[in-house]
């Protein structure tokens, strides 16, 4: 059944991104709305839009579109004593690929999958579309959905708190952004995390070894890690063991 959209005390219907957010929804946006490229407005879905959400197929990337894999990777994720990972897969043997921990204070899963992206920007060349291919829904959303409201509302959730994590979320539009200008494409692809892709798997690896990195710098009192391992291993793809990376 598909919900309705709320409306206020006197029977009006809310204008869409302004009221109450639904049961259920994530990140403080409500997932019945979508921004209409027409009009840049946001507007409530059509039920014919909410049904074909999950029928949409893939498309199809140009040959010459760039493909990389990033991911983010949290020992201990929430948890007092927590090291995040960052990784970014181009290919095997490939001297761009990154594996480093998380820098900050701030070492949560989410933040390490958004530097991952902000990472792969950084390496990407400048005059190639890309696709990046990541596991983490929320990461795609944040960068291509909901900061549009989060502008309009100064960065402010509908619960009038500062929106977690927007200093990256507004690096990665920035660097979309300034490529956009360059008439280059930057796409998102989700893909389903630890279901044998190759690639997502790769960079999983690399996200577990930059937390771990991390960790061991924490035990030996070496602390932040200020610059990029680059794995040239081409060997990345063998198994590292199951953590609880995302």
């Not at 959209?5 to 029977?11: A, H, I, R, S, Y």
């Not at 897969?89 to 921990?101: I, L």
């Not at 009192?221 to 063998?238: F, H, R, T, Y």
Request: glycine share 8%; hydrophobic share 30%.
């Amino acid at each position: 059944m598909t919900a309705e959209p709320l409306k206020d005390e006197f029977g009006n219907e809310y204008p869409p991104g302004t009221g109450p957010l639904p049961p259920g929804a994530e990140d403080g946006f409500d997932p019945n709305i979508l921004l209409d490229p027409s009009t840049g407005r946001l507007v409530y879905k059509t039920p014919e839009q909410k049904a074909a959400t999950k029928l949409q197929a893939k498309p199809v990337p140009p040959p010459n579109m760039l493909k990389i894999y990033t991911d983010g990777s949290s020992l201990g994720n929430g948890k007092a004593v927590s090291k995040a990972g960052v990784g970014v897969y181009f290919g095997p043997g490939d001297e761009r690929n990154v594996s480093e921990p998380l820098k900050g204070n701030r070492q949560t899963n989410q933040r390490a999958e958004l530097t991952a992206i902000s990472r792969a920007l950084d390496i990407a060349p400048r005059h190639r579309d890309v696709t990046i291919y990541t596991d983490s829904k929320y990461a795609i959303d944040c960068v291509t959905v909901w900061f549009v409201r989060w502008q309009r509302n100064k960065w402010m959730t509908t619960d009038h708190k500062p929106v977690e994590n927007k200093d990256l979320v507004q690096s990665i539009r920035a660097k979309i952004e300034e490529r956009t200008l360059l008439n280059v494409k930057t796409l998102f692809e989700w893909v389903k995390g630890h279901n044998k892709d190759p690639g997502n798997e790769a960079a999983d690896r690399l996200a577990v070894r930059g937390a771990k990195t991390g960790l061991q710098e924490i035990n030996d009192g070496v602390g932040e890690n200020e610059g990029a391992q680059d794995m040239k291993d081409s060997n990345i793809l063998e198994d590292d063991g199951n953590d609880d990376a995302t």
